[in-house]
């Protein structure tokens, strides 16, 4: 964005405030891989420390809700730099809401602890994830370059989460089925995987604010939507 | 406000109605050689405020002036285009400029009361143009402008003191009361509020928004949150060209051209 107004002080606390939503961003998808990782090895004292960590996230949300409502309060922004701080609001929303995601993976991987035999589904559990990540860190670099086409892409990727997240609650309802002692496990698994799918959406969100941001208006065309295990059915055999 | 909707319902008044008031076409300012305005088109609907911004020196104060021809009172101006109200040209040869400044009233950056008694200044057009029979009828004309004004009240007990007297808001009130006394059709206010303090200005905002009902008005203002707040439709100027005009909302959170952007957000444009 331009860094030019004529007041130079608005600049810095523009840019404070991104660098916020950057901070915030990068500690988001910090917690979900440690998230991750920590279900992978069942490493519950990491987990507990993932737990402890997502106060920072929390705090820096109330920071930049702050600074907003100062900064509108200060400077009455107009035009792009308006649009520049609601995004930025709503960003924080949603990345707040994606450390509550991570933490809630990691209060489950304590639980579980230990679920031996279900190798595969947290593999693909931990493939999802990645993808993740990925539109994570992409979207916060569309969101500090002001690059609507970057979130755009990460929006449309979205789809591939969906199609995983699918296909793994197939999976772990086929596993619940060949044995009863897989079903606390396996739940735990399957909110774990919704947890992963709902950042997706926030993702995809906050993917939306961006083209806001830039355009000024929101992404024509209805998402595209692959998620289908509302309606999938495993009969026993 | 309670005072003005009594006045103003004793009038035709109405919500938009979407008909063009004003049509400006092709309308270009020169003082000497120097060309302040160029090409200017814009349509202005009738019960709208209509705001016009831009830096200082764009040609905001020379538009305006078009509107009820005061620039042919400035030597060395010319004027080019037409400016159509109601589907007449204002600079055809039949207009009597005099007769058009009373349908098209203006209010200035500065208060700018007569010295004379709150009464006088009120009464000063609908004398002038003959618009009131006798006594009675011109003391009606002046209740009927200070409530419109939303004036009266503090006024009422005090005519016959001079308008000079009365705080900035209150003189600024009483211009418009001056300016609407003679039942102008628009109101051109160039920086209105600019000498005044938040609540008289948002006092005058009120104002605006009421006479609406009755008038159009078309208002030069530097706040860009003034022009937000009271416009339903901005246009911006630089450097002697209309750049850009649309709904207010649309202007101020995702107007079009660069320049807009530039100058709304506070940047060097
Ligand atoms: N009477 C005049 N004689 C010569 N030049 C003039 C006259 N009035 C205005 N100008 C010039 O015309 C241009 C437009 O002036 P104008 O007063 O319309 O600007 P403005 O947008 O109203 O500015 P401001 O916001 O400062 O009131 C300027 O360059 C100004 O110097
Ligand atoms: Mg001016």
């Known amino acids: 964005m331009d860094k030019n107004h004529i007041v130079h002080s608005y600049d810095a606390e523009l840019s404070q405030l991104q660098n916020m939503i950057a901070e915030m961003g990068g500690l988001a998808e910090m917690q979900l891989a440690r998230a991750i990782a920590a279900l992978v090895k069942y490493d519950a004292d990491a987990a507990n420390d993932i737990v402890e960590k997502d106060r920072r996230i929390d705090a820096l949300e109330d920071e930049i809700d702050e600074l907003a409502v100062r900064l509108i309060a200060k400077r009455q922004p107009m035009a792009s730099d308006l649009r520049t701080i609601i995004t930025g609001l709503k960003v924080a929303a949603n990345l707040e809401r994606i450390g509550d995601y991570a933490k809630n993976i990691a209060k489950r991987t304590v639980t579980i602890s230990s679920a031996t035999g279900l190798r595969g589904p947290i593999s693909t559990i931990a493939r999802m994830a990645g993808l993740v990540q990925g539109m994570i860190k992409n979207v916060l670099d569309a969101y500090i370059a002001h690059d609507a086409d970057k979130a755009d892409d990460v929006r449309a990727r979205d789809q591939e989460v969906d199609q995983i997240h699918s296909g793994l609650f197939r999976e772990l309802l086929t596993y619940m089925m060949e044995d009863p002692r897989n079903i606390t496990p396996c739940t735990h698994l399957l909110f774990i995987a919704k947890n992963i799918e709902r950042v997706g959406d926030h993702v995809t969100s906050v993917a939306e604010q961006v083209h806001y941001m830039v355009h000024g208006e929101l992404p024509l065309g209805e998402r595209p939507k692959q998620d289908l295990s509302s309606f999938t059915l495993v009969e026993p055999k | ?269």
């Open chain 2, 1 to 269: 406000m309670a005072e003005i909707n009594v006045a103003l319902s004793a009038r035709d008044s109405s919500a938009p109605t979407g008909k063009i008031k004003l049509s400006a076409r092709n309308v270009g300012v020169f003082y000497g050689a120097a060309n302040a305005l160029r090409d200017v088109n814009m349509d202005f609907e009738e019960h709208q405020v209509i705001s016009l911004i831009g830096p200082s020196g764009c040609g905001k104060s020379t538009f305006l002036r078009c509107i009820n021809r005061m620039n042919d009172t400035i030597p060395g101006c010319r004027v080019v285009g037409s400016i159509n109200m109601d589907g007449t040209n204002i600079y055809g040869p039949d207009i009597d400029p005099v007769e058009l400044r009373a349908r098209v009233g203006m209010v200035f950056q500065k208060p700018n009361p007569f010295p004379k008694s709150i009464y006088d200044n009120v009464a000063y057009g609908p004398r002038i143009h003959g618009m009131a029979a006798g006594k009675a009828e011109l003391d009606e004309v002046v209740e009927w402008a200070l409530r419109s004004a939303g004036l009266w009240e503090e006024a009422k007990d005090r005519l016959q003191q001079p308008g000079t007297g009365l705080s900035g808001g209150q003189q600024q009130r009483l211009c418009i009361a001056r300016a609407i006394a003679v039942h102008p059709e628009v109101i051109l206010m160039d920086e209105p509020c600019s000498a005044l303090d938040p609540i008289a200005t948002a006092k005058i905002e009120e104002l605006i928004d009421e006479l609406r009902r009755s008038f159009t008005i078309i208002i030069v203002t530097h706040s860009m949150q003034q022009a937000a707040r009271v416009s339903q439709k901005t246009a911006f100027f630089h450097m002697g060209n209309l750049v850009e005009e649309g709904p207010t909302d649309v202007i101020f959170t995702k107007p079009h051209d660069p320049r807009t952007g530039a100058y709304i957000t506070g940047r060097i444009g």
